[in-house]
């Protein structure tokens, strides 16, 4: 899991349990495992990033034991499209160069190749991604401070 958190508590975990996974259901996620002591849930995933930060996450497990609550998510989505930037950055770059080779090779003037518009793109699209984590991480730490305040 890419996120994990946990904080102490003392309150009823029935409660806190009942809490968090109302939340977690009405932003969509479904239960793939319920107990007394948690619960883990999966998600679909964002589709855009105006939607609310808990939709980052495709996997969620809760559990309450030995006087803390533990809290971790993963976030598939995003891992994915951090891993593809480098793949696209190279194939972009090596595109630029064949155009560069081949542009040379024809004695042509060199001109700015069409290529070079994707450059900001991925740098946009990594900047974003990361946006999206940190707003999701940030939820799902308020997520923990509910939880533990619970009585």
């Known amino acids: 899991?890419?996120?994990?958190?946990?904080?102490?508590?003392?309150?009823?975990?029935?409660?806190?349990?009942?809490?968090?996974?109302?939340?977690?259901?009405?932003?969509?996620?479904?239960?793939?495992?319920?107990?007394?002591?948690?619960?883990?849930?999966?998600g679909r995933g964002f589709w855009t990033v105006r939607q609310k930060p808990l939709m980052a996450a495709t996997r969620v497990k809760v559990s309450i034991e030995d006087k803390r609550i533990a809290l971790s998510a993963e976030f598939a989505p995003l891992r994915n499209i951090q891993n593809s930037i480098p793949w696209l950055a190279g194939t972009t770059m090596l595109l630029i160069g064949l155009d560069f080779l081949d542009r040379d090779a024809a004695n042509s003037p060199l001109n700015p190749s069409s290529w070079t518009l994707y450059l900001p793109f991925l740098l946009l699209l990594s900047v974003v991604s990361r946006r999206v984590q940190k707003r999701a991480e940030r939820a799902l730490d308020t997520m923990l401070k509910n939880m533990s305040a619970v009585r």
């Open 1 to 42: 899991m890419e996120y994990n958190n946990t904080a102490p508590f003392s309150g009823n975990p029935e409660k806190a349990l009942e809490l968090s996974l109302s939340v977690f259901l009405i932003q969509g996620f479904a239960i793939i495992e319920k107990s007394v002591s948690g619960y883990e849930l999966e």
